[in-house]
């Protein structure tokens, strides 16, 4: 009985701390992080001022949290499984556009980090771990394919990661927060090539053949990249 308590307690606790960030995060994106109170988000999620202070100890605190919850989103983007088989280039695009979608819900609420990040060294902080995150996954992938030869980039490829994810970050802010306006196809099509091209990775490999483990591929790059390398 005291743990079947015990869980339904934890569950109510959860349910409303899920509660009070869904009202902050609306809160923060519509009146921003300045003018926002702990009183908006209180009203916003119905719920007694009491309430806030046993999950939070303040506007910060919660808005720091929202950072967490933003990252969870892009991750989950970032991360997602293409179903089937298909190519290097397929599985490219497909996390760039689930990324990108990921982006989109939360465009609003990422300019605003950005924006609190300029001045508030603990949001920074927090933001920072979600950028190294996201970065963190980007390198392994980049890694993994010039290893095994299907990825013909020089240099760090923690930096050629800020590039290639720094490009597509910049892309779902000025489609999603300046509002210029693409064709799904084209956008997501169009970034997944501008990827391609700057890591000079191998598009046209099966996944399959790209997962498998052992030595290098026999492929060659084509005469374009190869001559790249040599200037």
Known sequence: MTTLRTKLNAERSEATRTRLLRAARTVFEKRGYG????????????????????????????????????????????????????????TIRFAIEHYLKAYKASARMINLIEEISISDRIVKSAWLETRDALQANTVHSLERLRERGF????????????????????????????????????FFDTITT??????????????????????????RAPAKRAARRKS
């Open 194 to 219: 501008a990827y391609l091209d700057a890591a000079r990775i191998h598009g046209d490999v099966p996944i399959e053949e790209a997962r498998a483990s052992g030595g290098r591929s026999t492929r």
């Open 151 to 186: 990825a013909d980039f020089d240099g760090d490829a923690r930096i050629m990661a800020i590039i290639v994810g720094g490009m597509v970050e910049r892309m779902g802010s000025i489609r999603y927060v300046l509002g210029y306006s693409f064709g799904d196809d084209e």
């Open 35 to 90: 003018a926002a109170s702990v009183a908006d988000i209180v009203n916003a999620s119905g719920l007694a001022r009491g309430t806030f202070y046993v999950h939070f100890k303040s506007k910060r605190e919660i808005f720091i949290a929202v950072v967490h919850a933003v990252r969870a989103d892009l991750l989950a983007g970032q991360m997602r499984p293409m179903e089937g088989t298909g190519t290097v280039r397929d």
